[in-house]
């Protein structure tokens, strides 16, 4: 057989050896380069037009954006999505903007009716679009998840710490609480003996005790002296 009459897996000759590989249509690219210039020279002709008549130039596409440059970043700070929760506030529905009622986007100008919107559209890619970056996140070396381990081992072993310590602490606050209470009825039960030792008022309290206070009650006519029947 020869060789020049061999096929392929995909029935086509090799006989030229590079008729496998893809070709590209040149002329098509161009058009669409052509295409692509033309509509972005009618873009830019209706922002002259918007800016010349004091108007807010119209958002770009999504295809117009900048390519991203750079990989997705950790958010900093936090969203403060439940900042206002359990809180009455008065707004208006007819405003636009930061002042209207939702969770508003600075970046993109948009407002998220609910938490839920919001947090998509952070993720989105339009958004990360805005701020230049991809969808895709940066892999950790094995040195960052060391580092990462350790971080969280610390964390973990403080929030352990300062636990054991609270529990120490309460114990400590209610033996003096208790202590407290202890005290404080002994004070008043001290304050109740203190008041029913005290003298009537209008009856004859003869001083001095013993003798001397069985010798006064004879005299004055009583058996039975002062003393207090048992």
Known sequence: MDSNSRK????????????????????????????????????????E???????????????????????????????????????????????????????????CSRTSKDSSSYLDHLNSRYHLRQLGQKTQVARSTLDQVRAKIASLRESTEQQTSSKAYDFKRRLQEIKEAEQASREAKRAKKLESKLKQSKPLQGVYQPEGTGDGEDEMAKLMGFSGGFKAGK
């Open 49 to 107: 037009k918007d800016l010349q008549k004091g108007k807010k130039p119209r958002r770009k596409p999504t295809q117009d954006l900048p390519k991203p440059t750079e990989l997705m970043k950790q958010r900093e700070g936090p969203l403060e999505l439940t900042k206002n929760q359990n809180k009455t506030m008065i707004v208006q529905g007819s405003l636009r903007g930061p002042g209207a009622p939702g969770f508003y986007c600075d970046v």
């Open 8 to 47: 392929g897996a995909y029935g086509v000759s090799t006989a030229a050896g590079t008729d496998f590989r893809k070709t590209w249509d040149k002329s098509e690219y161009e058009l669409k380069a052509k295409k692509r210039d033309e509509e972005e020279r009618e873009r830019m002709k209706e922002f």
